[in-house]
Nanobody, 123 residues
Framework: QVQLVESSGGLVQAGDSLRLSCAAS????????MGWFRQVPGKERKFVAA????????YYVASVKGRFTISRDNTKNTVYLQMNSLKPEDTAVYYC????????????????WGQGTQVTVSS
């Protein structure tokens, strides 16, 4: 059974930094691309970032480029999202996701999801 467990998010101020982590189990982590999504109430879940199986390639939505960094440690079965220069509009529930392939393309949908963690950025 695949499990993706995100670390706690939290309440931060605009301009602060926060790092999310997601520990994976029940899958051969190093074989799969991983991603982060976020969702605000009443809106659909949206793509934030993705990383290929070996960490060689990363992808970001335009609104977070230059501020967020996705990375992974295949020895720890963990994917990270470093969020810097946070803005109030980054407030959302953040979800970790595992894809069914080693590489990422924009047309792919994840196979597995974490439970989500709330990140709130105050102005």
């Amino acid at each position: 059974q695949v499990q993706l467990v995100e670390s706690s998010g939290g309440l931060v101020q605009a301009g602060d930094s926060l790092r999310l982590s997601c520990a994976a189990s029940g899958l051969t982590f190093s074989n799969y691309a991983m991603g982060w999504f976020r969702q605000v109430p009443g809106k659909e879940r949206k793509f934030v970032a993705a990383i290929t199986y070996n960490g060689a390639n990363t992808y970001y939505v335009a609104s977070v480029k230059g501020r967020f960094t996705i990375s992974r440690d295949n020895t720890k079965n963990t994917v990270y999202l470093q969020m810097n220069s946070l803005k109030p509009e980054d407030t959302a529930v953040y979800y970790c996701a595992a894809y069914g392939t080693a590489v990422y393309t924009a047309t792919l949908s994840p196979y597995h999801w974490g439970q989500g963690t709330q990140v709130t950025v105050s102005s």
